[in-house]
T-cell receptor, first 115, second 111 residues
């Protein structure tokens, strides 16, 4: 069975500062990892994914994430936060050995970037 | 213009009434999914379908039903057996090995 933990319900950061949103996962097979962002009353937008290859993955809007197998983590990062980055962020995982099985999501972390 | 479309955006249900949420995609994806979102609980899986004419229950299927008669369509019916249906419902689709694409959601409220 798969699971995802996002240990922080809320992250506050000043505009221009680096941001990190944490995610740890548990999966029995090969981890496929994803980050999505949600703005109010909207669907989820894909940011980036790790399937295989380089542990540092670059995605949309300047975001990146680092896959750490030993720590089973996939933290989302951005070097310089913008007010417009304020949103709800979800980490998700699925077993890469199991076809089109559904993503399992964390509970989300609300990011607030303060001007 | 390719994408996944959910309708309606807002839906109001009376007690004891069944309602159906629409989800259509023109991305030629085999797999489709329904999630429910409640504040502070993330996304919970209701039903999913990996191929036409086949679907499986997710973690919270009680009180819901689905059909997958066409590749493009995966409607969700919220039945009167669902005791707490007020939530934001999200539909998604994906191709093999790729990320999931989400619709814009339907907000269902019981009145």
């Amino acid at each position: 069975a798969q699971s995802v933990a996002q240990p922080e319900d809320q992250v506050n950061v000043a505009e221009g500062n680096p941001l990190t949103v944490k995610c740890t996962y548990s999966v029995s097979g090969n981890p496929y990892l994803f980050w999505y962002v949600q703005y109010p009353n909207r669907g989820l937008q894909f940011l980036l994914k790790y399937i295989t290859g380089d542990n540092l993955v670059k995605g949309s809007y300047g975001f990146e994430a680092e896959f750490n197998k030993s720590q089973t983590s996939f933290h989302l990062k951005k070097p310089s936060a913008l007010v417009s980055d304020s949103a709800l962020y979800f980490c998700a995982v699925r077993d890469g050995n199991s076809g089109n099985t559904p993503l399992v999501f964390g509970k989300g972390t609300r990011l607030s970037v303060i001007a | 213009d390719g994408g996944i479309t959910q309708s309606p955006k807002y839906l109001f249900r009376k007690e004891g009434q069944n309602v159906t949420l629409s989800c259509e995609q023109n991305l030629n994806h085999d797999a489709m999914y329904w999630y429910r979102q409640d504040p502070g609980q993330g996304l919970r899986l209701i039903y999913y379908s990996q191929i036409v004419n086949d679907f499986q229950k997710g973690d919270i299927a009680e009180g819901y039903s689905v059909s997958r008669e066409k590749k493009e369509s995966f409607p969700l019916t919220v039945t009167s057996a669902q005791k707490n249906p007020t939530a934001f419902y999200l539909c998604a689709s994906k191709a093999q090995g790729a990320e999931a694409f989400f619709g814009q959601g339907t907000r269902l409220t019981v009145v």
